[in-house]
Nanobody, 124 residues
């Protein structure tokens, strides 16, 4: 089992930045790739970013490429999502998830463990 706890969400204005954190506990964190997903009001959950078990490989959704950055520190059992130039359409609950695939993965069905989510609201 891997337990994931997200933090760092909040209410910001368009153009602002936020950094989301995902704290992991339980099984060896470095055995897992980690991804961020989001679910906006009335929308389906969508992939945002993924980082491989080593941190050497990352992948982003086109909608956030160039604005968001995912990183991890296995020694600290932490993953972060740095979000710059936020837009109102980034408003969503953001979820951290861990995948035993270890490589970057984009499909939510490939993730084994999920956090409870953190709300990000971007006002225009």
């Amino acid at each position: 089992q891997v337990q994931l706890v997200e933090s760092g969400g909040g209410l910001v204005q368009a153009g602002d930045s936020l950094r989301l954190s995902c704290a992991a506990s339980g099984r060896t964190f470095s055995d897992y790739a980690v991804g961020w997903f989001r679910q906006g009001p009335g929308k389906e959950r969508e992939f945002v970013a993924s980082v491989s078990w080593s941190g050497n490989n990352t992948h982003y959704a086109d909608s956030v490429k160039g604005r968001f950055a995912i990183s991890r520190d296995n020694a600290k059992n932490m993953v972060w999502l740095r979000m710059n130039t936020l837009k109102p359409e980034d408003t969503a609950v953001y979820y951290c998830a861990a995948s035993a695939e270890r490589k970057v993965v984009t499909g939510h069905l490939e993730y084994d463990y999920w956090g409870q989510g953190t709300q990000v609201t971007v006002s225009s």
